[in-house]
């Protein structure tokens, strides 16, 4: 038999390989094709320059022809901040740190962008007069990129609910879990009179239609909360207090772990940062102790990407506030969504295989 694979080339592209399965056309003996799953070197196409530092790119990646597969928005939003202030120079201090970050990933065969296109979109312009007018132009602008898989980066976690207006332009809202991370509930109905409130982001997602919410590292909520995460079955919370229990609580994070990798449909994650412990981030906007070690987010990161029913369509990273001393916060929130565009695009590899 006879093994057809046309593949056409462009001095712009170079070519890497990696072990993968493949499927060809196989035309028999008898003259007839059809299709085979064989094992081959797949040639994964690169882009020529981006070894090549661009200044202001997630990674510092350069950026090629094409449509990308990856998307970085970055949403300097910061209206309701209620403690410590400066979310809205969060993301451009984070696209600064990850220029620092390493391309190397073991889940991927070759280094970020391992074949595939990052791209690094404008920043939300800010544009508004009111709250509203301004969380409208968030939604708005997410839409413009729903074509690529987004990593938005924040701002205050008040812009959760915009975020979600954009998707549901897309899907139904009541086939979503939303993973959230988070020392906070998020769940007030309002704060200070104000129901767009940070504080009221999840809240107001399941206004949205939003079916369900999965939240770990919870560690500080009010009493409202409490009651309404007893009593909303579309609500479930893994406490820091028992995930990181010295008795049980591994058999708590199992069971974290186990849930995620049982999610069915579209999935999307929104990673406030104080869900970690302040070491790691310690100018994020309301800082709690007792939170989730860096690795523990990791972990979630991975089981969600390979989930084997899930649809992962997309994260925010927000409460992000620049360490003007050590730089800690925004490198750690620059790995973190560095491992999210692997996490994915592993995943992406192992579809298309």
Known sequence: MTLLWRIQTSPDVTWEQADLFQRLAVITSEGRTSGRFVTIKRLIPRVGNVTEHAEGNFLGLAEGDGAADVVILSVPYELTTSYGQGTCDGPKATLQASSQVELYDPLLPEDLPCGFLLHTAQPWDGKGGSLEEQLSGITDYVSQHDSAFPVILGGEHGMLPAIMRSISKRIDLNDLTLIQIDAHADLRDQLEGDPDSHACAARRSLD?????????????????????????????????????????????????????????????????????DPSYVPTTGTPVPGGLAFWQVIETIETISSAPSAKWIGADINEIVPDPNQHVTEFTAAMLATKIVAAHLARKLEDES
């Not at 009493?223 to 007893?230: D, G, H, K, S, V």
């Not at 008795?247 to 186990?258: F, I, K, V």
């Open 208 to 276: 949205l239609g939003v079916g369900k919410i999965l939240q770990i590292g919870i560690r500080a909520f009010a009493r409202e909360e409490a009651e309404f995460i007893a009593e909303d079955v579309r609500v479930e919370s893994w406490l820091a207090r028992d995930v990181l229990n010295p008795c049980g609580g591994e058999a708590t994070w199992l069971n974290w772990l186990n849930t995620l990798s049982e999610i069915e449909g579209p999935v999307w994650l929104t990673l406030d940062i104080d869900s970690l």
